[in-house]
């Protein structure tokens, strides 16, 4: 039987190991090299991978679809919803647009790069457009943010916080 215990634990570790590797067969493929596909498909999508609400978050600025999700139970009034749910539909949308400004970017980036045909110019103003999405993109974030406290009580913020922390 004590043979059989490292047997079985490299067994496991090894099958777990595979189980672990197999990719999302959801994902699209990234045509960008500087972007995974992870990136590449949280970008089409107009998820967040990089925390953006994370500030507005700590300080008790809630993100709307947060709001939304939750809306029975923060007892949210009908023009709550349709404000917030406003907010949350601009905000994707917001996040689609800049997740193909970004790969966009990313592929004229790599092009300039791999056909050795840029300048000190060319990458100024390639790194700094880049800078500028992502700014944009958080600034849009956050802005939601703040719209979407502003419309709940002080109550309904602390609620939304202790659903959260308990989901």
């Known amino acids: 039987m004590i043979k059989f215990v490292p047997v079985f634990i490299t067994t496991l570790f090894f099958?777990?190991?595979?189980?672990?590797?197999?990719?999302?067969?959801?994902?699209?493929?990234?045509?960008?090299?500087?972007?995974?596909?992870k990136q590449y498909n949280a970008l089409l999508k107009?998820?967040?991978?990089?925390?953006?609400?994370?500030?507005?978050?700590?300080n008790h600025y809630?993100?709307?679809?947060?709001?939304?999700?939750?809306k029975k139970e923060l007892g949210l009034s009908p023009n709550q919803v349709t404000k917030i749910a406003a907010i949350a539909t601009e905000l994707h949308r917001k996040r689609v647009e800049m997740g193909a400004f970004i790969i966009t970017n990313e592929e004229?980036?790599?092009?300039?790069?791999?056909?050795?045909?840029?300048?000190?110019?060319?990458?100024?103003?390639?790194a700094t457009r880049s800078g500028l999405y992502y700014g944009e993109l958080r600034n849009a974030i956050l802005q939601a943010c703040l719209s979407t406290g502003d419309l709940l009580a002080p109550q309904q913020i602390k609620k939304l916080e202790t659903l959260q922390n308990g989901n």
Do not use: C, W
């Open 15 to 37: 099958y777990g190991g595979l189980h672990a590797q197999q990719p999302d067969s959801t994902l699209k493929k990234s045509p960008v090299k500087t972007l995974s596909d």
């Open 46 to 58: 107009g998820e967040d991978l990089y925390g953006m609400p994370l500030v507005a978050e700590l």
């Open 108 to 126: 004229t980036l790599d092009n300039l790069f791999r056909k050795q045909r840029l300048n000190n110019g060319d990458v100024i103003f390639y």
């Open 62 to 70: 809630p993100m709307p679809d947060k709001a939304i999700k939750f």
